[in-house]
Nanobody
Framework: QVQLVESGGGLVQAGGSLRLSCAASGSIGSVGAMRWHRQAPGKQRELVAVITRSGNTNYADSVKGRFTISRDNAKNTVYLQMNNLKPEDTAVYYC????????????WGQGTQVTVSS
């Protein structure tokens, strides 16, 4: 069984920074693409950033220049460095990983709350 465990959320003032982490554990062959999504109250879950196993990245327009996604393949861990946070970044942040066991399967973390006060 594979688990994704997130950490690093919290309350921060506008302009501040937070770093989220998400570690995959279990009987893992390898981890492919990893992503961060977020869901604000009353809104649909949206993609924030994605990183391939080789390190190629892509970002939502709303976070470009402020957020940085990275990963440590040896630790099966993905990070999201969030700088210059804005109140509109307030949401539950979820990590996603495509994990190879016998075949590729999709896994989600439990979510971590990020609240940005104005």
């Amino acid at each position: 069984q594979v688990q994704l465990v997130e950490s690093g959320g919290g309350l921060v003032q506008a302009g501040g920074s937070l770093r989220l982490s998400c570690a995959a554990s279990g009987s893992i062959g390898s981890v492919g693409a990893m992503r961060w999504h977020r869901q604000a109250p009353g809104k649909q879950r949206e993609l924030v950033a994605v990183i391939t196993r080789s390190g190629n990245t892509n970002y939502a327009d709303s976070v470009k220049g402020r957020f940085t996604i990275s990963r440590d393949n040896a630790k099966n861990t993905v990070y999201l460095q969030m700088n210059n946070l804005k109140p509109e970044d307030t949401a539950v942040y979820y990590c996603y990983a495509r994990v190879l066991i016998n075949t590729y399967n999709d896994y989600w973390g439990q979510g971590t709350q990020v609240t940005v006060s104005s």
